[in-house]
């Protein structure tokens, strides 16, 4: 299992049974191919759909069968489709419970940045500022650093996608809750220790108690 398999594993433990979730374009998409059977869960993309499933096999792809990143993806046999209008009124409206996206930074305030880094082409925002703040819960998946550069800040540097509506940040290295006092470290991979994970992290973790070993 790769990094961001272990991560996309790790995440898919949150998702409960009846959830409507949103997965974001890159790693977040990995989330669907961990989903247990026990559970029911709703996939929905911002562009129109509902009842997404995991990512077609390879040389079974359809084309015209796209998630909002231009992915193929399978769709479930009771999958609906509509137009943007409805998808971003499901948004919202707080119809989704989860949404999970990758981001370049979060801070210990839940403030992220995922969509532009000054001076550099990009498509757009997309659907991230309205799912950030429509969702009932914020997950964040993403590797720890990047190319050697610290992703969770005190204060993030890049421009904001949305203040203050980060809930859960999951890395290779920990499952970490925004916390009025700021991030708490509930969780940390196996054969890592708590002073490996504040030494790529710019904000002060908080320590839980109950600190447990991730389970994946």
């Known amino acids: 299992m ?41 996939f929905q993309s911002e562009n129109g759909m509902l009842g ?32 943007s209008a409805t998808s971003f009124g499901i948004i919202r409206g707080g119809h989704v419970d989860i949404t999970v996206l990758g981001s370049l930074q979060v801070d210990e305030k839940g403030n992220i940045s995922n969509w532009i880094i000054p001076g550099k082409m990009v498509p757009g925002m997309g659907g991230a500022m309205d799912l950030v703040v429509g969702a009932k819960k914020v997950i964040v998946a993403m590797t720890h650093t990047a190319k050697g550069k610290m992703k969770i800040l005190k204060k993030c540097t890049l421009p904001f996608t949305a203040v203050n509506q980060v809930n859960m940040i999951v890395t290779e290295l920990g499952v970490m809750e925004i916390t009025p006092e700021g991030i708490l470290l509930t969780e940390i991979a196996p054969d890592t220790t708590v002073e490996q994970v504040q030494e790529v992290t710019e904000a002060k973790l908080i320590i839980s108690d109950n600190l447990k070993t991730m389970n994946v």
């Open 52 to 83: 997404l499933g995991p990512a077609p096999k390879e040389g079974e792809e359809d084309f015209d069968l796209t998630n909002a990143g231009g992915m193929p993806i399978t769709m479930s046999t009771d999958g609906v489709c509509f137009d």
């Open 2 to 42: 790769n990094i961001k398999e272990f991560i996309a594993k790790r995440v898919a433990q949150e998702l409960k049974d009846g959830n409507v979730v949103n997965l974001g374009i890159g790693l977040p998409t990995m989330v669907a191919s961990f989903v247990t059977d026990d559970k029911d869960i709703t």
